[in-house]
Structure formats: structure tokens, C-alpha cells
Nanobody
């Protein structure tokens, strides 16, 4: 069973930066599309950024130009560099892995990001 463990969340002031990391195990990492989602209370989980097994990236409009997603196939990790953070970026951030063959999804437990002064 795929295991995803997020780290790097925390509190930061507006305009600051955080880097989230997701460590994947029990996974043929090169076969998976990876993504970051986020969710706030009372709202649906929303897609933040994706990176395919081939390295193609895509971003939600709200984070484009501020966030960067990357993956390291040697370490089986996917990172989300978040710059110029805004209070509206406050959410629980979840790592997602999608098997490119079966399209099955797996989720991490989430990490809290709080942006406030």
C-alpha cells in the first residue's frame, strides 16, 4: 500500500515562504503522477499543483508564479516551494499520488500551513 508522509508545514507571516515535502514509500515512484491539494474548513479540497511522472507541471491560477512543484526520483519525494504566501493560502495541504496506469489515488495525512501576522 502506498504511503505518503508530508512535512514542512507551519506558521509564516504574509509574504514569507515555506517548503513542503512529501516522502513516498511502497511505490513505483516513476509510474506516479504527483500532486498537492489543499483544504480549508467547510470547503472542498482543491488542486494546487501537479507534476506528472514525466515532469510536466501545472498550477492552480491562484498560486501560479508563487508556488513551484518538483520531484526527486532518487529520493521518492515531491516538494512544494511556496513563496509570497498570503493569508488565503492557509489550509491543510495534502500530498496525492496517482498511479498513471490504474488512475488509483493515494493520500497523505496532510500538513497544516498557516499564514498570518
Amino acid at each position: 500500500q502506498v504511503q505518503l508522509v508530508e512535512s514542512g508545514g507551519g506558521w509564516v507571516q504574509p509574504g514569507g515562504s515555506l517548503r513542503l515535502s512529501c516522502a513516498a514509500s511502497r511505490i513505483a515512484f516513476s509510474m506516479y503522477n504527483m500532486a498537492w491539494y489543499r483544504q480549508t474548513p467547510g470547503k472542498q479540497r482543491e488542486l494546487v499543483a501537479t507534476i506528472t511522472f514525466g515532469g510536466r507541471t501545472n498550477y492552480a491560477y491562484s498560486v501560479k508564479g508563487r508556488f513551484t512543484v518538483s520531484r526527486d526520483s532518487a529520493k521518492n519525494t515531491v516538494d512544494l516551494q511556496m513563496n509570497s504566501l498570503k493569508p488565503e493560502d492557509t489550509a491543510i495541504y495534502y500530498c496525492n499520488a496517482q498511479n498513471s496506469m490504474t488512475l488509483a489515488h493515494s493520500w497523505g495525512q496532510g500538513t497544516q500551513v498557516t499564514v498570518s501576522s
